[in-house]
């Protein structure tokens, strides 16, 4: 079966621009998280959600808000980039919400703001 | 509160072993264990939940001692194929999707 599937792959931006990112789980996932990978800080959660829901959110400002579909396809947006915004950003689905099953993540999203 | 992975980056020649250690200051349910190779994406190895079991993979191994909230990762006869970059990944209920990640251990495995 498909993997998840994020969109766009590469993208670069200017400061103060906005973006929205994709992200297609795998078929009957319907929990999808968001993180944001560094260099330096590593896998950052940013949030989650189940069911069209947000359960879970990370301490990241308001710049930086998602949503997720009938369908379980979910979307990030960033607001008023900033030049710290640059970053992988990687989306990850699981079947269900409990964390006693696995994380099966895309290939991300990388981020440049200029 | 981000786990704290220990350490930060190894060199290994084909067939020693390794240890990576997770360790979290806050109670902790489960703990997962990732591996991101370069320019991929992390990829699941496996999952402890608290009670202190042992799970096997190959000859990748880890333990989880939710007393010490620590979880280790064994890596024995390292391959090249273990190069990467391994992460822990926390979380303090079963109720919840929201896992923390420790800032990872790049592992180079030379021939």
């Known amino acids: 079966k498909a993997g998840v599937t994020q969109t766009p792959r590469y993208l670069i931006k200017t400061r103060g621009q906005q973006v929205t990112l994709s992200c297609s789980p795998i078929s009957g996932h319907r929990s999808v998280s968001w993180y944001q990978q560094t260099p330096g800080q590593g896998l950052q959660f940013l949030f989650e959600?189940?069911?069209?829901?947000?359960?879970n959110k990370g301490n990241f400002p308001g710049r930086f808000s998602g949503r997720q579909f009938s369908n379980s396809r979910s979307e990030m947006n960033v607001s008023t980039l900033e030049l710290g915004d640059s970053a992988l950003y990687l989306c990850?689905?699981?079947?269900?919400?409990?964390?006693?099953?696995?994380?099966?993540f895309g290939e991300g999203s990388r981020l440049t703001v200029l | 509160q981000q786990p704290v992975q220990s350490p930060q980056a190894v060199i290994l020649r084909e067939g020693e072993d390794a240890v990576i250690n997770c360790s979290s200051s806050?109670?902790?349910?489960?703990v997962h264990w990732y591996r991101q190779k370069h320019g991929e994406a992390p990829v699941f190895l496996m999952i402890l939940l608290k009670g202190g079991e042992q799970k096997g993979h190959d000859k990748i191994s880890a333990s989880f001692n939710e007393k010490k909230q620590q979880s280790s990762l064994y890596l024995t006869a390292s391959q090249l194929s273990y190069s990467g970059t391994y992460f822990c990944?926390?979380?303090?209920?079963?109720?919840?999707?929201?896992?923390?990640f420790g800032q990872g251990t790049t592992l180079q495995v030379k021939p």
């Open positions: 806050k109670a902790l349910y489960s």
């Open positions: 990944g926390t979380s303090s209920s079963g109720n919840t999707g929201k896992l923390i």
């Open positions: 990850a689905s699981r079947l269900g919400t409990s964390n006693t099953g696995e994380l099966f």
């Open positions: 959600y189940f069911s069209e829901t947000q359960r």
